[in-house]
């Protein structure tokens, strides 16, 4: 990333189009859904959609050929936060498609849904273009506001309130620390700027300094750790993707893991690259912790969205693995990852939405039994997404897996990719026991499958593309080395 | 040119293809006489071929028609080297093959009857079984024109193949399905040493290639190689000793013998010119094919000439005792196939492949009239159940008595000629053991004579033991059985005669064997050759002469004049007689230590490393720990929020530790 920097004017708000355009309509969503009568919900629904593809448009008319800053070097723009952005548009999308049925079956097909999703979406984005320390607080906090507003959404539901209650302690707790963390790095190199920091950092600490950045770097270790679900950092994960809505669990699962990626890219490898000895040490621990328990324990799990919280723990662990390689290759790896993972996390609690119906949520593996008679397609797409997530040929899962695991060898951490292959085959286990239950047990009941014809759609173009993908994995590869040329 | 050659084998290759694949389409009639026209076209071909090399001197020709693939610059050819040596095998192979053909018909007419009326496996197995012979002859020309390794093993596979479909051929008899898969195993042994052997060549001489590899032969006798740690082996050596195991196996030396007096559960046809005249020989052909490899090492030679010698004299011991026709018959091809070896042993290599060929011709012979035999017998082939069948069968009886004659080389025979000719040379030979071999093939002379006229008094002369159907019953054969019959006694009488003057004592190998300076037996024998009369003459006078004389007496005198005396003598020497019957307890001992020992490492792996280590342990263990794991961890999401919180501390701690002390 040592693009050609051009500041135009101190402000530069041009630059800063899409997020602006999507907070003015976050608010305008929030005022039309004041005034609309409960049957005519479906507006807010429209105009959130509406504004996400306007965003990403904005976004896209808005090329890359070099990176621009804006809001006195708040904010970035540049490949990274290009591509991450306009994943995050995406699957946002397929989120709020996902999202119609479910609530209105709930009787709880409110516009503060898609208001407070809005909210969150522009919270990622800016930590996403985040130059500045303060930028990527701030849009963590708006990001993390809203999640604890969303899980808490159902607010009749005792396991939806308890979740979000312990999120929300939780989430402030590791706020505090990454603010602690970032204070004391301020404190030592005398600016919040990511570019900044990285020459002071550069340009000779001795070693009562080093000592103090080392406390700093594992305060903000630490938070990053607790956003993406790191083990020991993960405890939230199983009863907030348990105790939340699927819906909002489909939501917290997939985008705000690539706004995570971003944080880590952000400020341990701009801002902290000087420190990458140190923090290597750390993530490594966090990354083999992180396989090992959530592959081990969702095995144990009869809840499918416990297994699946489980499971993006583990992911998380493999995602890391590219991260370790510090090489471009593997930060590159790591994107592939990650955008692998948020592509097959809304399809496999996606799955979990169209089973569920009023009263039913589907939640159970045992729910999923016989399903191949009941849908022989949704059965073959679960089968796509788990085998996916799995890592079996020929599916994008399996690239992304090879990708991390070869970026680890390319260092010579053999021993890091041998656990990571143990580890993905004990994984293996729990995904294919949901294949199983679907083709070999019998149906417990045979209602059919009901839902809208845009889920069904997005759902099935959802799997597919995971097929595809796999299939013709290169284009999506030659995009995220590109981000790290 | 190349086309002519190339059309001698692929001619039975598409009659084989034809009737076996379009068996039910052309029928009995189509399927027969398509393949005997390939086999014809062969058989006239390599009489061309004979013709011209033998009368017009046309040079060997060594060409390469098809570069299959270059692996590693080794090249993988199709080619052919057609020398006289080639020329010799391939118009034997031919003709013993168009003869078997031609019999084939009548005696596989009735072949319904072998199979259970209810049974799929006997459908067209009339046409499946000309299939099988021609494609049969299209490997064994193709292994004896070959010019190189790749070919020579592909052959060499090949006809092991087809000799494992025909002796299972009658694959609903439990006996027929055990010898095959035994014939295929102890081949398997012998094709491994063989297959070490190319390897070897292939390493250390970089070419598959019999010119380039003899090229370099004396090169590779100066280079040793280390099998085990501070013992060094001449490569030349550890080659050819390589190669014999690979002949051993195929050529049913002692101790891979066990599987040829097995493989004559197949049809009689197949035991002629599989097991007797052409397959079996595919050993000592190779042999004195790599005669430049083998004259550079004496000690790959005197294992040969051992090996060869015991199998010439044990293999014929077990011969006396058996009762079934075609066993005496097979253990006679062990002991004669015993003698070819003891000649490669003694640098003989003209004389061994003489001996093939004669061997080839009365062999095949006496197989047919055996196989006429038991067609009249209406397949009975115990010998004690025969008897007094000369007046019955005269043809087949005289055309015997021929085949007999020349097996225990009575002067005049084709047999004599090779045969004395062996004996001879080892009696000249300078190899070490040549002593011990000469006393051997002497002695089996005796052995040779004495069991093949007890098969022929016991078949032929005597009282008609036979029941009264059966008796009743008895006629010569059809046409199509007693023409090969006498088509093979003509060349048994004169062959060796006529042939030994050029073969053996002239220039007709010319460059295709190579006999070092330093083993001269033959050519000190040649010194005092004066012609096949003169030789004949001399025969008269020979300790082998007497020997093969009283063997033939007391055969007479034991089973014909005096019978009782069989049972006395049994008695008399009940140990050896039981250590005969049971073949010298090899088959025993096989099943005991590689069948058993096998059983035994298999099972034991199968426990110890299978279920306890692999599956007991490392599948279910790992399976096991993994899911004992899950259940205490999943312990620890105690749903408590300062449990949590609590981990977070500790998390962050340990990181301190890491980023402070690391």
């Not at chain 1, 970026?407 to 199983?436: C, E, H, P, Q, T």
């Not at chain 2, 090949?158 to 095959?180: H, K, T």
């Not at chain 2, 073949?583 to 490393?609: C, H, I, M, N, P």
């Amino acid at each position: 990333m040592t693009a050609e920097i051009i500041t135009m004017g101190s402000l530069n708000i041009v630059t800063a189009m899409p997020e602006i355009f999507l907070l003015i309509m976050a608010c305008l969503v929030l005022l039309v859904d004041l005034y609309l009568p409960a049957e005519k919900r479906q507006l807010t629904y429209l105009l959130a959609q509406l504004s996400l593809i306007i965003t990403l448009v904005l976004m896209l008319m808005n090329p890359v050929t070099h990176t621009t800053l804006a809001f006195n070097e708040f904010y970035i723009h540049d490949p990274l936060s290009q591509v991450l952005k306009s994943f995050i548009l995406i699957i946002s999308f397929g989120v709020f498609v996902y999202s119609r049925d479910y609530l209105a079956q709930r009787n709880i097909f409110k516009g503060e849904f898609y208001v407070l999703g809005l909210f969150a979406i522009a919270g990622m984005m800016l930590m996403v273009s985040a130059n500045n320390m303060l930028m990527l607080y701030l849009g963590l906090e708006l990001l993390s506001l809203c999640l604890y507003a969303l899980v808490a959404y159902n607010r009749d539901n005792a396991k939806a309130s308890e979740a979000a209650m312990k999120y929300f302690i939780l989430g402030a707790i590791a706020s505090g620390m990454l603010l602690y963390g970032m204070s004391i790095i301020y404190g030592l190199t005398g600016s919040l700027k990511f570019t900044d920091i990285a020459t002071a950092v550069a340009t000779g600490t001795n070693s009562a300094q080093h000592i103090g950045l080392v406390f700093g770097l594992v305060f903000i270790v630490v938070a990053i750790g607790f956003k993406l679900g790191a083990v020991p950092f993960h405890m939230w994960i199983p009863d907030v993707y348990h105790g939340a809505p699927t819906v909002v669990t489909v939501f917290i699962g997939s985008a705000p893991k690539l706004a995570g990626f971003a944080m880590f890219m952000r400020l341990l490898v701009e801002g902290l690259g000087g420190l990458q000895a140190d923090w290597q040490q750390m993530v490594i621990v966090l990354s083999v912790l992180s396989m090992a328990v959530g592959n081990i324990v969702a095995i144990a799990q009869a809840n499918l969205k416990r297994m699946l919280a489980y499971s993006t723990i583990s992911h998380i662990g493999f995602l890391l693995l590219g991260i370790i390689a510090t090489t471009p290759d593997g930060y590159a790896a790591a994107m592939f990852y990650t955008i692998s993972y948020a592509l097959m996390a809304l399809g496999g609690f996606g799955m979990i939405i169209l089973m569920a119906r009023k009263g039913f949520e589907a939640e159970n593996i045992a729910d999923f039994a016989g399903l191949n008679q009941r849908s022989p397609w949704f059965a073959f797409i679960m089968s796509i997404l788990m085998l996916s997530m799995a890592g079996v040929p020929p599916t994008l899962g399996f690239w992304a897996k090879v990708a991390v695991i070869s970026a680890v060898i390319d260092v010579n951490m053999v021993w890091l990719a041998i656990l990571a292959v143990i580890f993905s085959i004990v994984g293996v286990f729990y995904y294919i026991r949901i294949i199983k239950v679907m083709y070999f047990d019998e149906a417990t009941e045979n209602t059919p499958i009901e839902c809208g014809r845009d889920m069904q759609l997005t759902l099935s173009t959802n799997g597919l593309a995971i097929l595809a993908l796999g299939l013709y994995p290169a284009a999506l590869m030659a995009l995220c080395v590109s981000v790290f040329k | 040119m190349e086309n002519l050659y190339l059309a001698i084998p692929l001619a039975p290759l598409v009659g084989s293809v034809i009737a076996g694949f379009f068996g039910a389409q052309i029928g009995r009639r189509g399927a027969h006489t398509v393949t005997i026209l390939g086999v014809a076209v062969s058989f006239v071909l390599s009489l061309v071929v004979l013709y011209q090399h033998l009368y017009q001197h046309a040079p060997a020709v060594n060409a390469t028609l098809y570069n299959w693939m270059i692996v590693g610059g080794i090249q993988f050819q199709v080619g052919f080297l057609i020398d006289n040596l080639t020329v010799m095998m391939m118009t034997v192979v031919s003709f013993v093959s168009l003869m078997v053909h031609i019999y084939t018909i009548g005696y596989m007419s009735d072949d319904l009857e072998n199979w259970p009326k209810d049974s799929l496996a006997g459908v067209n197995s009339y046409q499946r079984f000309f299939s099988y012979i021609a494609l049969f002859t299209f490997s064994m020309l193709m292994l004896v024109m070959s010019n190189n390794f790749m070919q020579l093993f592909f052959g060499w596979e090949a006809v092991g193949l087809v000799s494992y479909l025909l002796i299972g051929f009658w694959a609903v008899r439990p006996s027929a399905v055990y010898a095959n898969l035994k014939a295929f195993i102890v081949n398997r042994v012998g094709d491994f040493g063989f297959m070490l052997g190319i390897a070897a060549v292939v390493m250390y001489a970089g070419s598959l290639n019999y010119a380039d590899v003899f090229a370099k032969a004396h090169l590779m006798s100066t280079e040793t190689m280390s099998l085990f740690p501070g013992h060094n082996w001449n490569v030349v050596s550890v080659i050819c000793v390589l190669l014999f195991v690979g002949a051993m196996g195929k050529s049913a030396q002692i101790p891979l013998h066990v599987w040829l007096p097995d493989s004559m559960e197949g049809p009689t046809p197949i035991s002629a010119l599989i097991h007797a005249a052409t397959m079996v020989t595919a050993g000592i052909f190779m042999v004195a094919r790599m005669s430049p490899l083998y004259e550079l090492s004496e000690s790959a030679l005197s294992l040969v000439m051992v090996t060869g010698a015991l199998t010439a004299l044990l293999m014929g011991l077990v011969g006396i005792v058996q009762n079934d026709i075609k066993r005496v018959i097979a253990y006679s091809t062990l002991s004669q196939l015993g003698y070819m070896t003891v000649a490669l042993g003694a640098s003989a290599y003209s004389a061994a492949v003489f001996h093939l060929m004669t061997h080839a011709f009365f062999k095949a012979l006496l197989f047919l009239a055996a196989g006429s035999v038991i067609i009249a017998m209406h397949h009975e082939q115990d010998m004690r159940k025969m008897g007094g069948l000369k007046k019955y069968l005269p043809i087949t009886y005289w055309t015997s008595l021929i085949g007999s004659l020349a097996l225990i080389g009575f002067p005049g025979f084709s047999g004599f000629f090779s045969k004395d000719t062996i004996i001879d040379v080892v009696h000249h030979s300078t190899t070490g053991g040549h002593g011990f071999a000469y006393l051997c093939v002497l002695s089996a002379v005796f052995i040779t004579a004495f069991y093949t006229f007890r098969l022929f008094f016991l078949v032929f002369h005597g009282e008609p033991r036979m029941d009264a159907h059966t008796k009743a019953h008895l006629h010569e054969p059809p046409w199509v059985v007693w023409l090969p019959l006498i088509m093979l006694a003509i060349p048994s009488v004169f062959i060796g005669g006529f042939t030994i003057g050029d073969v053996l004592f002239g220039n007709y190998f010319g460059s295709a064997i190579y006999i070092s300076p330093h083993h001269e037996a033959l050519a000190e024998l040649g010194k005092h050759f004066h012609g096949a009369w003169a030789f004949m003459q001399e025969g008269f006078v020979g300790p082998a002469f007497y020997l093969a004389m009283f063997g033939v007496f007391s055969a007479w005198f034991i089973y014909m004049k005096r019978p009782e005396i069989a049972g006395v003598i049994k008695q008399k020497f009940a140990l050896i007689d039981t250590l005969l019957v049971k073949k010298y307890y090899v088959d025993e001992l096989y099943a005991w230590l590689f069948g058993g020992g096998s059983r035994l490492l298999g099972k034991g792996l199968w426990t110890f490393g299978d279920v306890r280590f692999i599956d007991g342990l490392l599948v279910n263990g790992s399976a096991q720990l993994v899911a004992w794991f899950a259940l205490v961890t999943r312990r620890l999401q105690t749903g408590f929020l300062y449990h949590y919180a609590f981990a977070m501390i500790i998390g962050l701690l340990m990181l301190f530790g890491l980023g402070l002390f690391r």
